[in-house]
Nanobody
Framework: HVQLVESGGGSVKAGGSLRISCAYS???????LAWFRQAEGKEREWVAA?????NTGVADSVKDRFAVSRHGNDLYLQMTSLQPDDTAMYYC???????????????WGQGTQVTVS
C-alpha cells in the first residue's frame, strides 16, 4: 500500500507562484504519479501526471502555467501565474497504469489546499 502525503499548499495572490509536493512512502519503479484537483462544488479533475520514465502530461487548461516533475520519492507541481480559478484542494495519486499521458490512480493522498485571491 502506497502512502501519499501532500504539502506546500497555502494562500497566494493572483499572479503568484506556488510549488506543492507529494511524498510517497514506497519507492516503486512501477508507479506513475498524478495531480488532481477539486474545487468546492465541482468534480475532481486531472491536472498533470508523470510516468516512471519522467514523461509528463499536463491538462490543456494549465499546461502553459503548471509543470509536473518527480525526483526520488517526491512528486512536485510547480504552479505559476495562479488565478482564483485555480483555488482547489490538490490531490496526489499513484497508479500502475499509464494511458495516454494519464496515470490511472490506485492510491490517493489527503490533499493540500491552494487558495488564490
Amino acid at each position: 500500500h502506497v502512502q501519499l502525503v501532500e504539502s506546500g499548499g497555502g494562500s497566494v495572490k493572483a499572479g503568484g507562484s506556488l510549488r506543492i509536493s507529494c511524498a510517497y512512502s514506497e519507492y516503486s519503479s512501477s508507479y506513475c504519479l498524478a495531480w488532481f484537483r477539486q474545487a468546492e462544488g465541482k468534480e475532481r479533475e486531472w491536472v498533470a501526471a508523470v510516468d516512471i520514465d519522467s514523461n509528463t502530461g499536463v491538462a490543456d487548461s494549465v499546461k502553459d502555467r503548471f509543470a509536473v516533475s518527480r525526483h526520488g520519492n517526491d512528486l512536485y507541481l510547480q504552479m505559476t501565474s495562479l488565478q482564483p480559478d485555480d483555488t482547489a484542494m490538490y490531490y496526489c495519486a499513484a497508479g500502475r497504469k499509464w494511458e495516454g499521458s494519464h496515470c490511472v490512480p490506485d492510491n490517493w493522498g489527503q490533499g493540500t489546499q491552494v487558495t488564490v485571491s
